[in-house]
C-alpha cells in the first residue's frame, strides 16, 4: 500500500492539483480496506485513461509495455541502421565531414581531390553502420533495468520520452562499445587511409592543419544517428497503430 500511496505522490508531479487531490483521496480511502491494494491499483490505471473491462491494464502491463516498446524499436534502429547505406542513404543522419575540416573539403574539392573526400565521407559512414551491430545488447541491459517509476515517467513524459531514457542510461556504456568498434571499422574500410590522404594533401598547402580524432566524431555521428533512429521508432508506436506489433504493445498504446 505504501508503495500505491508514493506511485500516487509521483504522479502529482505530472497533474493539475483537483486530480492530484482526488488521486490522493481515493487512495487514502482505500488504505483502510482489505481491498485497498486492487482498489488503489485500479486508481492508478485511471490516471492512464485506461476504463475497466477487457482494456484494463494494470501496472505489470504498463511496464511490460513499454519494456517492449522499447525493446522493438532498440532492435529495429540497430537492424536498419547496420546495414549497407543505414547511415550513408539517411539524409537525417548521414556523417559527413566534421565542421573545423569543411574548409579545408572545400578547397580539396575544387583542386580535383572531390574523389578522396567522398571516399573519406563513405567510409566514415561504413564504420557507423558496422558498430550499429552492436548496440542492441546494451539498449536491452537498460530496459530490463526499468524501474516503475521510469516506466510512469516515460508513458507521462513527452513523444520521445522512451529515447531520452535510453540516452540517459546507455550514452557512456555504448561510447564504450562503439569506440572501439569504430576504431577497428574505420581501418578496415580504409577510413584512417582516407582521412590520412585528404588532409595530409591539404595541410601541404594551408597554414590551418586539420586532425582532428577521427574515432572519437565518428562515434559521436553514430550515437547521434542511433538516437535519432530510435526516436523515430518511438513515434511510430506511439502514433501508428501498425507499428504495434506485438499483444502488449497493442494494448498499452491503444489507450
Known sequence: MKKIILCALSLSLFLSPALNAQILKKVLKGSGSKDSSQKSSGILNSVFGNKSGS?????????????????????NSGKKLSNVDGYFANAAIK?????????????????????QVDNAILSMNRAAEDAAKSAAPIFI??????????????????????????????????????????????????ATKYWNTVFSTYNKFSSEKVNPDLAAYVT???????????GQEEQSIRKDPMAR?????????AN
Do not use: C
Request: hydrophobic share 40%.
Open 55 to 75: 482494456g484494463k491494464l494494470s501496472n505489470d502491463d504498463i511496464i511490460a509495455g513499454l519494456k517492449e516498446a522499447l525493446k522493438v524499436g532498440a532492435e
Open 95 to 115: 556523417i559527413l565531414m566534421p565542421k573545423e575540416a569543411k574548409k579545408a573539403e572545400s578547397r580539396l574539392r575544387a583542386i580535383g581531390l572531390g574523389k
Open 141 to 190: 541491459n537498460a530496459i530490463k533495468q526499468m524501474s516503475f517509476q521510469d516506466a510512469l515517467s516515460i508513458l507521462r513524459g513527452g513523444d520521445f520520452a522512451a529515447t531520452n531514457y535510453l540516452k540517459d542510461k546507455t550514452t557512456n556504456p555504448l561510447t564504450e562499445a562503439f569506440r572501439p568498434v569504430i576504431d577497428s571499422s574505420l581501418k578496415k574500410v580504409n
Open 220 to 230: 559521436e555521428k553514430a550515437l547521434s544517428g542511433i538516437f535519432y533512429q530510435v
Open 245 to 253: 506489433t506485438t499483444d502488449i504493445l497493442k494494448k498499452v498504446f
